[in-house]
Nanobody, 115 residues
Framework: QVQLVESGGGLVQAGGSLRLSCAASGSGLSVMGWYRQAPGKQRELVATITAAGYTRYVDSVKGRFTISRDNAKNTASLQMNSLNPEDTGVYYC???????????WGQGTQVTVSS
């Protein structure tokens, strides 16, 4: 079982920055990532990072967001710069363990960007 706890959400003005953090209780995580869900929309992938450090981003955040992780501490972070109102939503940390098909999710943290 893996438990994920997010922190770092909040309210920020357009153009501002926020940093989200995710702490995992378990080890052996192959991929960690961030997803978001805006009101009335489906949850979408924002960024993922493998244990080797390979990253993937949704096009809308490329050049503005940076995902990173610390394998020794089982943590992942999402640095979000140049935020705009379209980035508003609940951000969820996600993790997958080596050799397991299960996806683990955090409880979510709210990010609100005002115009």
């Amino acid at each position: 079982q893996v438990q994920l706890v997010e922190s770092g959400g909040g309210l920020v003005q357009a153009g501002g920055s926020l940093r989200l953090s995710c702490a995992a209780s378990g080890s052996g995580l192959s991929v960690m990532g961030w997803y978001r869900q805006a009101p009335g929309k489906q949850r979408e992938l924002v960024a993922t990072i493998t244990a080797a450090g390979y990253t993937r981003y949704v096009d809308s955040v490329k050049g503005r967001f940076t995902i990173s992780r610390d394998n020794a501490k089982n943590t992942a972070s999402l640095q979000m710069n140049s935020l705009n109102p379209e980035d508003t939503g609940v951000y969820y940390c996600n993790a997958v363990r080596w050799g397991s098909p299960m996806n683990y999710w955090g409880q979510g943290t709210q990010v609100t960007v005002s115009s």
